[in-house]
């Protein structure tokens, strides 16, 4: 028979009421807290977990915080292009009604007022800023205007200062979306109108050109016109015997048409109409010119200077008027492009977000589930190990109360 000394029995009773206060005192912290568990020993497995869901909700969270900033800068864009469209429909208007030739000087005055109004107004909204005070459409070059105006200059005045850099902000792990567009695609990557000029003549007593069939020409221009070898868009029109012109390229040699020709009476080549007066063997040489880009303000500008330049001639202005046409439905496609971009972002951030939203519930309740407690256990929890204590300090008084002199009568 083992012998429990007087120390074994108050060691061990002691021993069993420490623990069962100890477990007691985990319980009412699990209640009081919400949490089952209270440190990475009661399920190291479960803890290593609750960090990692932990890690990832901080992750949506700031992911979150990203597509709030990244949709109110594509939202402002949006007002901004969309406010830039309004003004360019008003310009194209107004184009209009100064070419229907019933206008008098006065009444042109009055649309070049309008015009450079609507020039300042453009212009100032591609130099719009966010609330940061950054330049929107500069690029990377947002502490700069993202367009200049000088005065001076010899070629356009109104010119982009920024570069073509884009922001992306990451909305979640995968997906990366561009916060900015850069001035330099969506004002000024514009193509101009396309021209021929004609550029020299050999006894023709008088030749003028114009564009009548511009969407013809520009065909023709796309096809034909070399950037390599610039004399490959040169031609030469000779008079020929028979009443007929015959047009040949310069550079490659090759005849592109044999046309009637009646001398003083216009001919048309490919959109471009010719008025000239010779013999035969009388010959001009024009060239497609060089394709450009200019902004639309630089287009709005060039026509307000028309509109007021008092030295053009019908024909002159009727060019200016056409080159201002072209340049203004060229940026309003640009433009139309660039605001379907936008759109296409916004509804991506929007569609992430609500991803992220889902995914953020799905790690929140699989955490929930790791270490949130289950009150209803809980609390049959702290009733049994309140009953298991009472028990062990029942036990222990009864026992340490026990003496040999008990049982002598």
Do not use: W
């Not at 477990?23 to 912290?29: A, G, H, T």
């Amino acid at each position: 028979m083992t012998r429990i000394s007087t120390n074994q029995l108050y060691d061990r009773s002691i021993q069993s009421i420490t623990q069962n206060q100890s477990e007691l005192s985990d319980v009412q912290q699990q209640l009081s807290s919400g949490k089952k568990l209270l440190r990475p020993s009661d399920d190291p497995v479960g803890a290593a977990q609750v960090v990692r869901l932990t890690e990832d909700l901080d992750k949506i969270t700031q992911y979150k915080r990203n597509t709030d900033l990244l949709r109110n800068a594509l939202e402002q864009e949006e007002v901004i292009m969309g406010n830039i469209n309004n003004a360019l429909d008003k310009a194209r208007t107004l184009m209009i009604q100064s070419g229907n030739g019933i206008y008098d000087k006065s009444d042109l005055e009055a649309i070049g007022i309008e015009i450079g109004s609507i020039r300042d107004e453009v212009f100032g909204l591609m130099n719009s800023q966010n609330s940061n005070g950054e330049y929107i459409f500069a690029g990377f070059q947002s502490e700069s205007e993202a367009f200049t105006y000088n005065p001076s200059a010899s070629g356009n005045k109104y010119s982009f200062a920024g570069d073509d850099g884009v922001n992306r902000i990451q909305v979640s792990d995968a997906v990366s979306i561009q916060r900015n567009s850069s001035g330099k695609s969506v004002f000024e990557n514009v193509a101009a109108r396309l021209t021929s000029t004609v550029t020299a003549q050999s006894g023709i007593t008088s030749v003028s050109s114009m564009i009548t069939e511009q969407s013809k020409f520009d065909s023709f221009h796309r096809n034909n016109y070399d950037a390599v070898t610039s004399a490959n868009n040169d031609f030469r029109a000779t008079i020929l015997a028979g009443n007929q012109i015959q047009i040949d390229n310069l550079g490659t040699g090759v005849t592109f048409a044999t046309l009637p020709f009646e001398s003083g009476k216009a001919f048309v080549f490919n959109g471009i109409e010719f008025k000239v007066s010779g013999t035969t063997g009388n010959s001009f040489d024009f060239q497609l010119d060089p394709p450009e880009k200019k902004n639309v303000v630089e287009t709005l500008n060039d026509f307000y200077n028309a509109l007021n330049d008092e030295t053009l001639s019908s024909s002159e202005f009727n060019e200016a008027l056409s080159d201002a046409l072209i340049g203004i439905d060229n940026g309003a496609k640009v433009l139309a492009n660039a605001t379907s971009s936008l759109g296409g972002r916004i509804n991506v951030a929007q569609s992430v977000h609500e991803s992220n939203l889902d995914l953020e519930i799905a790690n929140k309740s699989a955490r929930s589930v790791i270490q949130d407690v289950d009150y209803a256990e809980a609390v049959s929890e702290l009733s049994k190990q309140e009953t298991a204590l009472q028990a062990a300090q029942a036990t222990f008084s009864r026992v340490t109360g026990l003496s040999l002199f008990d049982y002598i009568s």
